[in-house]
Structure formats: structure tokens, C-alpha cells
């Protein structure tokens, strides 16, 4: 009887954690305390994002040239991975975000290589969404892990990354956003 126990529990341990890698593996943090996990992938806040347009494709399969960079003031764009378990309270977060956005505030988000339906329902009408079909920009931009989003001006200039999974996730990068640009404006000033 104690043996059997013994090895309900053993199993239940690596049940458990076999678990918490996978869930670590979802967020980008496979390698704990690697320099990779401090260092984000992509590109550096304060550079330009992508010069050149890209070809991406939009849900009703249109091919569809996509500068990253704002029209308005800002530019959010978020870089999905289908499939994930997270995809519904994403997709709502999204919604929600994108509600919120000003007149001078733009969202796109881009899935990789496919799109998953339900996503597109429930984030909405009011989202753009994309699709890089070979995963190319993903991979351009070094973009290894997901859900990411970055917050671009009208030049291209990254002003912001993070990784994001919430709408306080998608808030706050949004809010260093306007802070870096607040702090570029006071350069300068005294």
C-alpha cells in the first residue's frame, strides 16, 4: 500500500513538472537565467523596426503591402503564434485593447504562418488582422517567441517591446510607449 503511494506521488511530481516546463516554454522562459531570458529576441527599442514594406495577407486572403510604421502617432503591433492554449483570453485582451485605442493609435496583429478562427471571432471587427503566411517578417524580425507586441512611431522607430499575454500587458506597453516618447521630446530641453 505505501509503495503504491509512494509511486502516485513520484508520478504526480513529474506530471507536475512536466507541466511547469511547458508552461515556462509558452512564455519564452525555457532557459531560466540564460542570457536569452533577460535578452529579448528582435529588434532594439530605439532603432527602426523594418524599413521596406512587407507582404502580408489579411483574413479575407488579400495580399496587402504593410509599412511598420505608425500613420497616427502610434503603432501597436502584436505577433501571435496559432494554436496556443492562450488564444481565447488573448484575442479578448486584444478586443478590449483595441477598444480603447485613440483616433492617432493603430493595432495590427499578426499571426504567423496561419490563423486560427476562433481568434479572429472573438478579438472582432475592429482588429486588423494579418497573416505572414512563411513566417518570413517573424523571422526577420528574430522573433522566436510569443505573444510579442511593439509600439512604433510614424518613422519605424521601436519605442517600446514586450512580451504580452493580458490587456495590462498590452496597457503597459502601450504606456512606456508614451513615456519613451515623452522623454525623446524633452532631449534637448531645459
Avoid at 29 to 45: F, K
Avoid at 57 to 75: K, N, T
Wanted: without cysteine; proline residues 4%; charged residues 25%.
Amino acid at each position: 500500500m505505501l509503495a503504491t503511494v509512494v509511486v502516485l506521488l513520484y508520478l504526480a511530481t513529474v506530471v507536475v513538472g512536466v507541466f511547469l516546463l511547458l508552461l515556462y516554454r509558452q512564455f519564452g522562459l525555457l532557459a531560466l537565467g540564460s542570457a536569452q531570458t533577460i535578452r529579448l529576441p528582435g529588434p532594439r527599442v530605439g532603432r527602426i523596426v523594418h524599413r521596406t514594406p512587407v507582404s502580408l495577407i489579411d483574413v479575407h486572403g488579400h495580399r496587402r503591402a504593410v509599412r511598420l510604421a505608425a500613420s497616427g502617432r502610434y503603432l501597436f503591433v502584436l505577433f501571435v503564434f496559432p494554436g496556443s492554449p492562450f488564444d481565447a483570453e488573448l484575442a479578448d485582451a486584444v478586443r478590449a485593447f483595441a477598444a480603447r485605442l485613440g483616433d492617432s493609435e493603430e493595432l495590427l496583429v499578426v499571426s504567423r504562418a496561419s490563423l486560427n478562427p476562433g481568434f479572429a471571432r472573438r478579438a472582432g471587427d475592429g482588429v486588423t488582422l494579418l497573416i505572414d503566411p512563411d513566417a518570413a517578417l517573424s523571422q526577420t524580425l528574430d522573433l522566436q517567441v510569443g505573444p510579442y507586441m511593439f509600439a512604433v512611431d510614424r518613422s519605424g522607430l521601436l519605442l517600446w517591446r514586450d512580451l504580452v499575454n493580458t490587456l495590462e500587458d498590452l496597457e503597459r506597453v502601450r504606456e512606456q510607449a508614451k513615456e519613451r516618447e515623452a522623454d525623446r521630446s524633452q532631449v534637448g530641453r531645459k
